[in-house]
């Protein structure tokens, strides 16, 4: 799998800088044990951060400024790194989906990136590139219908969309039959340290509650290549 992100993004944030995870793992309807880990997590982060401490998180920040370099408004098409961070600090209970896309939401919370989940079988080609969304392309994203996602940072396969900070496509969606995960943390922070380690995390997270290896880590910006 090659990763490459477009002059379009580079002009919009030249620092960002991109980790993603490929792995065989499986999935499984729920993990109790991961739950726990989760519960005792947002138990900690509640007694350190408040709503007000989105304003000084740098990975959430980043995004939204990106947004606006774009010309989208980071309010109106929040991007899923912020929605669960600020979901997690108003009490409200995280959204149980299944393991695979529970233990990237974890890592989401605790990095503040917005991660792409993606069943790697179901993408088409060798080539993911991060583009800009074009007014009247179409993209179905999960639960949401068609997302206008003129604008948004967008990975691109050889048939179309498959995912944005906002919303990945329902086309490459992790299922409870999935077993090959491409998982893709966004750092437009240009942190690469945090960045890394919130894949590592993911790795981790794999090996602790899916029955995975934890696959393989690449980075990638615009001058250097992904290759998993």
């Not at 912020?82 to 939401?105: F, P």
């Not at 179905?140 to 969309?161: C, F, H, K, W």
């Not at 340290?193 to 980075?219: F, M, P, W």
Request: one cysteine or more; charged letters at 20%.
């Amino acid at each position: 799998m090659h990763i490459h992100v477009s002059p379009e993004i580079h002009e919009a944030c030249p620092h960002f800088v991109g980790a993603a995870v490929l792995a065989e793992f499986r999935n499984s309807v729920r993990s109790e044990t991961l739950w726990q880990e989760i519960d005792r997590f947002l138990t900690s982060y509640r007694q350190r951060f408040t709503t007000e401490s989105i304003k000084e998180m740098p990975a959430i920040q980043a995004t939204r400024q990106t947004y606006k370099q774009l010309g989208k408004d980071p309010s109106r098409y929040r991007p899923s790194g912020e929605s669960l961070v600020r979901r997690a600090l108003q009490g409200k209970e995280l959204y149980q989906i299944d393991t695979a896309v529970d233990l990237i939401n974890l890592a989401s919370i605790a990095y503040g990136y917005s991660i792409g989940g993606f069943d790697a079988d179901k993408i088409a080609g060798d080539t993911l590139t991060l583009g800009v969304g074009c007014e009247g392309e179409p993209y179905e994203g999960i639960g949401r219908g068609q997302l206008n996602i003129s604008g948004l940072p967008v990975y691109r396969d050889a048939t179309g969309g498959i995912g944005t900070p906002t919303s990945d496509h329902e086309r490459t969606k992790l299922e409870l039959q999935s077993h090959r995960l491409l998982a893709i943390v966004n750092g437009y922070d240009g942190n690469r340290e945090q960045v890394i380690a919130c894949a590592n995390y993911i790795q981790q997270l794999l090996i602790q509650y899916a029955q995975s290896d934890g696959g393989r880590v690449a980075t990638f910006s615009f001058d250097e290549e992904g290759l998993l």
